[in-house]
């Protein structure tokens, strides 16, 4: 399926505006919703784990590479799909989670980190040494030339790791790659518009010469060859409320450039909540894998608060009901690591930032034994029950419509599915010719 992505770039290069949705998410809902949607379609699935995600040491949901890519193809058996049509990415794989050590610390880290991604059989990884690390001046920016060293290391490190792949599986492709230290926030922006520029046509020209120049002192011509993207800072972002829509007119000069880079796109990161409109420009000017996490998670939470209010409805304040709302924020609050320093205002705002941010950090705490408890026993509730359509159409009423035509059945695991696929279906319209 590694294929997929590069007659992706060859077809866009030739007119033919085409994309793919990368998702990059840890939720089991939501690898379940890409898998149907891309099964139901006949087409691959793109799915990815961040280093922080997913590390050597088990990264913030405890699995290693190897664990998520069994964790993905457990899930892939439970839907039918075949695992020969999903690709799986590692994406920002580089020092990010060690970046307070010393360079040399970090960077063996680091190498270590993306030996393990593609030995798992990750097919498409992103290289990102972008960040300075612990004894990097913090005064200065890095230079393109230690930026490109650094991941020539880490392309080294792919091809010893797809080595040990290759002794395993050896009809085994070897991953696509993708460059680029144009990347904004992870999980959305926190500063004012003003503040987000748009990645120049001279920067991406500067990064593409420097990187070609250094693979090619160091050897590594067939990690260059398998190269297919460039991140880059199309200005399209997210903040806790704010949303940044994609201006084709500020990324003229960029888009037009890209044209004499026959073997390459660009990837967009943080397009979550952008409108399908926008999301189809940005294929059409070459943005042509866009990158989507916190959006589908956020879909995900609307639907349990729906359901529960449904339950809620159904059952009453004498019920056994599974307080799925008020669970979710008393974790919050016992635990405020993951959102405290992202949530700022006053007690009220945060209150709500809790809940509805577009950052949406309660994808954190799902892991919870609590929560996965209270979702557990709001599923089971309902699905005991039939929920009158009136009353779906009052809380979902997009799947109010998919249940009352026959789409989905109206049980509560196919209704988060289906508002998941919500989003699914608009990175589709975006993607396909």
């Known amino acids: 399926m590694v294929n997929y992505l590069k007659t992706m770039v060859h077809n866009w290069h030739r007119g033919k505006a085409c994309g793919i949705m990368s998702a990059c998410t840890a939720s089991a809902f939501c690898i379940e919703a890409v898998l149907l949607a891309a099964q139901k ?19 913030y949901i405890d699995m290693c590479p190897s664990d998520y890519y069994a ?21 920002h794989l580089g020092p990010l989670p060690f970046k307070t050590e010393s360079s040399s610390v970090a960077m063996r880290k680091a190498e270590d980190l993306v030996r393990q991604y593609a030995a798992a059989g990750f097919g498409k990884i992103h290289i990102d040494t972008s960040m300075r690390l612990g004894d990097d001046d913090p005064q200065k920016p ?24 290759r002794k395993r599986n050896r009809f085994a492709e070897l991953p696509v790659f993708v460059i680029g230290s144009d990347v904004p926030i992870p999980g959305g922006a926190q500063e004012a518009e003003t503040s987000i520029t748009v990645t120049t046509a001279e920067d991406l020209e500067n990064t593409i010469a420097t990187f070609r120049e250094v693979f090619a002192e160091t050897g590594l011509q067939a990690v260059w060859d398998n190269i297919i993207g460039v991140v880059i800072q199309s200005g399209a972002e997210f903040g806790d409320s704010e949303l940044f829509p994609y201006d084709r007119e500020k990324n003229r000069n960029l888009t037009s450039s890209l044209k004499q ?23 059409r000017d070459g943005i042509c894998i866009l990158k989507v996490g916190p959006g589908l998670t956020f879909y995900k939470r609307e639907a349990l608060f729906a359901l529960s209010a ?9 019920g056994d009901l599974s307080f799925f709302p008020e669970t979710l924020e008393q974790v919050m609050l016992e635990n405020p690591a993951d959102w405290i320093k992202y949530y700022q205002g006053t007690e009220e705002e945060q209150r709500l930032k809790r809940k509805y941010s577009y950052s949406d950090r309660s994808r954190y705490y799902f892991k919870y034994p609590q929560v996965i408890k209270a979702i557990d026993k709001l599923i089971a509730n309902l699905s005991e029950l039939t929920i009158p359509i009136t009353l779906l159409s009052q809380y979902m009423p997009i799947e109010a419509v998919k249940v009352r035509e026959g789409v989905i059945e109206g049980k509560p695991h196919q209704l988060i599915l289906s508002r998941i696929t919500d989003l699914i279906d608009e990175y589709a319209f975006a993607t396909l010719p």
């Open 41 to 59: 379609r006949g087409l691959p699935a793109l799915i990815e784990a961040t280093a922080n995600q997913v590390n050597q040491f088990g990264g």
């Open 310 to 318: 449904i339950e809620r409805e159904l059952l009453g304040d004498k």
């Open 71 to 91: 964790f993905v193809m457990e899930i892939a058996e439970k839907t039918g799909m075949s695992p020969g049509m999903i690709i799986l990415g590692g994406d």
């Open 261 to 283: 880079y026959g073997n390459i796109v660009f990837e967009g990161h943080s397009t979550d909540y952008q409108s399908s409109g926008c999301l189809r420009n940005m294929v």
């Open 142 to 165: 890095l230079q393109d030339r230690v930026i490109a060293e650094r991941a020539a290391r880490l392309a080294a490190a792919a091809l010893a790791g797809f080595e040990e792949l």
